[in-house]
């Protein structure tokens, strides 16, 4: 009884992002093997730009969220801090450290360049450099502003990366002795821009009550937009993945089957316990949004290609104000009909996790939503205390069920 | 009979109420490793006080970390029972500071003990009774000794560190540093009160205020946190049942929705 129910939890087109994920690790070994440079980015990089230069781009965060989720990441966060990184420094950092103190033998073939932008998150560049030094392969820091308004991304801010993408082919071109085509990259933006349209359609599907996307799938369904912009695969997965939760919705099929709960979450999931989204969905609560799963869905414009892509570059994740940041929170409450939220505070990314309590009181006060902030780690799961956890999210369900 | 166990991270605990919502009985036994056998052991002492047996217990609703582990016809979470037990005990009640071995919590309910909003500690256990537990052995006081010695106090020293492992090394060295040990204790009440107070700020103060959990017990604590929030709580006579008591009221609820149903 439980396998069907288990099985109602996950789309088809979701059990496929494994051997998806495992296949394109198992590429970079094969691109490696035939001479072509492979880099270690971070996930706001603009991988068009990589892809149209014919560098393979793999992201060591992507690989710590699923070194996580297999169980397999304690030993590399060990390896880190074995070395003497400590046990408070972000954990897909250590994570990709460790890896690449340990001999990197694994999924991730060695860097043949580390490239990095400063966005979004405030560990990056420390982080890069460490690697760099440990591993010895060149480094590209790129500089992208804080975002205040949207105004300015247009008015000067845009150039100023425009510029930086430009000195980025240019190492490239010399270093690895490529050569950049205008062309590619229009047909690279395309076919990002083309993915990214089909998961935000597909995402708006989950305004349908009973939602037919949960929490499961769109933490799982979002890794080829970060690491597979550009690619013909990308887009066969979304189109898939679309038409199947199209007929779900039409024909009213929820990805639970009794949806009591609509439920928002905020942060990065936690890789290791995709179980408490079935503990959450055991209860009737289905996640229907999460600013997550937007992060790395941007529209690009193939007539204006390096600028479109240095927009993305500055507009993504966390790189814009908090203000535009909470807007958007705000509107997916009426957008999804949320009942509750719930705040995951994460020890490992505190630039995602500083706003909460700002966000929460709105939520609260101002929206009367109730909300339930709980502590641990994304990747390291010696962070969390299951009993804990689970006794709040019955608490706030009662909360929710009394309403 | 109704029966409520509340099988907490330190203590469990077992109360039985009659059909009007009287406590009958109730027992608080060491939880131990055991969830199981400490609620059997805690309900077998509550029935033969008062002279019951099994046959007379006619639903069991269990709260607490152990609640899933404990022989009950259904489960609650604690804070919705701390609320129930509350309102019912006092009606004008609409903050509650519930601090357990484990946990800390506040939660503000309304007129009609409805839970609006509540807070919990993070995964620290700084501000719960398990650090007033860990300094009690460090100390080798016991945790009623404590509570009187922190009013023996007159000038407390300040514990910087909101770490129990690291606040328990600053004990130390202000021990080995001359500190009277009086100071010393009343320095913890105030860490940990200072610790609940900021905590709960979060969904305020709105009287009235009572304080349950097994450190509302003990009275430096109460003092500490008193003096924190600036006026005196509204005290229940035996602060640790109450979430039991929660849980038993809820029993009658169940049971007789059931009936009705029947």
Not at chain 2, 168 to 196: K, P, Y
């Amino acid at each position: 009884m439980s396998s069907q129910r288990e099985r109602s939890r996950v789309l088809q087109t979701t059990r496929k992002i494994g051997e998806l994920i495992m296949e394109y690790f198992s590429k970079a070994w094969d691109a490696k093997a035939q001479g072509k440079p492979l880099a270690w980015i971070t996930v706001f990089t603009p991988v068009e730009l990589l892809r149209a230069l014919d560098i393979y781009p793999i992201a060591p965060e992507h690989f710590g969220a699923m070194c996580s989720a297999r169980g397999l990441a304690l030993d590399y966060l060990e390896e880190a801090e074995k070395t003497g990184y400590s046990q408070n420094l972000c954990s897909y950092s250590r994570c990709g450290l460790g890896y690449a103190l340990s001999g990197m033998s694994g999924l991730m073939p060695p860097p043949d360049i580390l490239i990095t932008f400063r966005n979004s998150c405030d560990v990056y560049v420390k982080w890069w450099q460490s690697l760099h030094m440990h591993l010895g392969a060149p480094l590209f820091v790129g500089e992208a502003p804080y975002v205040l308004t949207l105004e300015d991304l247009d008015n000067y801010v845009l150039d100023y990366v425009v510029k930086q993408l430009e000195q980025l082919v240019k190492i490239a071109e010399e270093k690895f002795g490529l050569r950049f085509e205008m062309e590619r990259l229009v047909e690279i933006v395309k076919l990002s821009d083309k993915a990214s349209e089909l998961w935000l359609e597909t995402l708006k599907f989950r305004r349908f009550k009973p939602c037919p996307l949960g929490g499961r799938d769109s933490a799982s369904d979002i890794f080829p937009l970060v690491v597979m912009q550009g690619t013909d695969q990308a887009i066969r997965f979304y189109e898939e993945l679309l038409a199947e939760v199209k007929e779900k919705a039409n024909k009213r099929e929820g990805i639970i089957e009794d949806e009591k709960f609509r439920l928002l979450f905020d942060g990065i999931w936690l890789w290791y316990a995709f179980d408490l989204i079935k503990y959450f969905e055991d209860r009737g609560a289905v996640f229907v949004y999460e600013p997550y799963s937007e992060a790395w869905a941007y529209r690009l414009d193939a007539s204006k290609p390096l600028e479109s892509v240095a927009r993305k570059v500055l507009a993504m994740g966390l790189n814009v104000d908090i203000d535009l940041r909470i807007e958007r929170f705000l509107e997916s409450i009426k957008e999804y009909q949320i009942d509750g939220a719930v705040l995951f505070s994460n020890r490992s990314c505190k630039s995602w996790s500083a706003p909460q309590l700002v966000t929460a009181d709105i939520l609260s006060k101002k929206f009367n939503i109730p909300y339930l902030l709980f502590e641990a780690d994304m990747a390291d799961p010696r962070q969390y205390a299951e009993a804990q956890i689970k006794n709040r999210i019955d608490a706030f369900l009662e909360v929710l069920g009394e309403r | 009979m109704y029966v409520g166990i509340d099988a907490g991270a330190s203590a469990t605990k077992a109360v039985i109420v009659n059909k009007d919502a009287e406590i009958v009985s109730y027992d608080i036994v060491p939880s131990g490793i055991n969830f199981r056998a400490s609620s059997e052991g805690a309900l077998r002492k509550a029935l033969e006080s008062s002279g019951l047996d099994l046959t007379n217990i006619l639903y069991t609703v269990s709260t607490g970390y152990g609640r899933a582990l404990v022989n009950a016809k259904s489960t609650s979470s604690e804070i919705t029972c701390i609320s129930r037990g509350v309102h019912r005990l006092f009606p004008s009640v609409r903050t509650i500071i519930d601090v357990g071995g484990q946990d800390s919590k506040a939660v503000k309910i309304d007129g009609n003990g409805r839970v609006l909003d509540f807070v919990m500690n993070d995964k620290c256990a700084a501000g719960t009774g398990r650090f007033l537990e860990v300094m009690s052995n460090t100390l080798g006081k016991s945790l009623d000794e404590l509570s009187r010695l922190y009013f023996k106090s007159s000038k407390p020293i300040k514990i910087s560190s909101t770490c129990t492992v690291f606040a328990e090394s600053e004990l130390i060295s202000f021990i080995s540093q001359g500190s009277e040990i009086e100071d010393v204790i009343a320095g913890l009440h105030e860490a940990i009160a200072e610790r609940i107070y900021s905590m709960s700020s979060r969904i305020g103060f709105e009287k009235d205020v009572t304080f349950t959990g097994g450190v509302a017990k003990n009275h430096g604590f109460i003092d500490a946190l008193s003096k924190k929030i600036g006026f005196n709580p509204t005290l229940p006579e035996e602060p640790q049942i109450i979430c039991a008591f929660g849980a038993a009221l809820a029993a009658i609820k169940k049971y007789e929705g059931n009936v009705s149903h029947a």
